[in-house]
């Protein structure tokens, strides 16, 4: 059965045909199939009237209650909630209609409401970057067609997009790609706008949404605010919503056979650049490329981009210096005993921040149990802690032993050890 298609996207159907965009391209860019495309071509041309538009409204039924609502409705800042009242009608008068059927008779008796404008807002330089995923079902990058998501990073102000490929959209993919944006784009913005994916937005959406506390961590490191958009307000991220729909048209991968996701990467980055060198930004009049060159002194380059992570905890350092994590205890400098520092579960270490600053990793997920770094023990005493006591004769023996390979430490162990306590 053919897709159906809303009234603004029959015109963008009808405005790229007589462009002399190809029907695959056509379906791409709307996510429907070429012939579904085919159909609605064969429509247009024809003159066809959709069937519907002469058909009895089921809500019809309910005139009067309808009217009574919009009544009661009447006067309000915002027009009246087509939801709101729908849900009325099943719970009060037992409809069983669609919510379709509901809309197009109020339409129908009322109008459409009041068109509702927003404010067109330009960003200074450095002020405001937009980040948002774009799916691409069908890609070779060695292994026969594939899904493949791309991580689309803009820089509000000058137009400039960063693209990075991946297969997944997990947490770790999430920050990798974030980082991989900054390299690309040559630093930080103060602020990135973002949709309510998970990875970032862990309940609700928007402004009263919950931050994820992993994406909060990444960003209080990295030096961003995060401002989430509100759920359904696509203008609100027009810039990235702008890029993912030129991602379609100028670095679609689709048809091409890669070597691997490097040799994609390196094929969209060299796409975007000549697609930069060409554009022209708004807001400056200049090209994208030169108006993001001259973007890039009001960009924030950190010191060092953290390694990406899906867990984090904060948890408080006991009097030995330990600290628990996904059933393991990893030694903590002595001067934060009975603080809190934050643990973060990477890809393949664990690190240790307070502060702001990392003080130190272990290997994640390892088969010991307990993992101590001796200099966490060492140093000079605090306002507040005092260093540990220093290793004994004994102490530092079995230290030296431990240190020792395999193959070079005593035979007899009890031997060496009981030479020292003499």
Known sequence: MPCRLGKEEVVTLRVLSKKGMKKTEIAEILGVTEGAVRYWLRRISAGAQDGRANKRRKASSLAAPIEAWHQAHKGRKRPMNIVDL???????????????SVLRYVRDEYGKPKMRTYRRVETPAGAQSQTDWAEFP?????????????????????????????RRKDQLSWLESHNEAFRWLGGVSAVN????????????????????????????TVGFHIDACESGQANAKGKVEAKVRLSRLRINPRGRPFEGLEHLQSWSDGRILR????ALCPATGLTVLASWEAELRWLRAPDELPKPFDVVVVRPVSK???????????????????????VRGCAETVEIWAEGMRL???????????LIDPRCYEGEATDRVLPPPPLGRMGRRLQQIMEMPVDRRPIDLYAALAEVAR
């Open 86 to 100: 729908y849900e009325h009608l099943v719970e009060q008068y037992g409809y069983e209609g669609s919510y379709k």
């Open 193 to 220: 706008r973002i949709d309510n994916v998970k990875t970032a937005i862990a309940r609700g959406a928007g402004a009263w949404g919950e931050i994820n506390p992993v994406y909060r961590a990444y960003a209080r």
């Open 360 to 370: 130190l990793g272990y290997p994640r997920r390892s088969a010991e149990r307990i």
């Open 138 to 166: 069908e890609v070779d990058v060695g292994k026969g067609p594939e899904p493949l998501s791309a991580f689309l990073m803009t820089l509000s102000h000058s137009r400039m997009p960063a693209v990075i490929w991946r």
């Open 320 to 342: 030995d210096c330990l600290v628990n994590f996904e059933s393991r205890s990893y030694a903590v400098p002595f001067p934060y005993a009975g603080q809190w520092v934050e």
């Open 275 to 278: 697609w930069a060198q060409k």
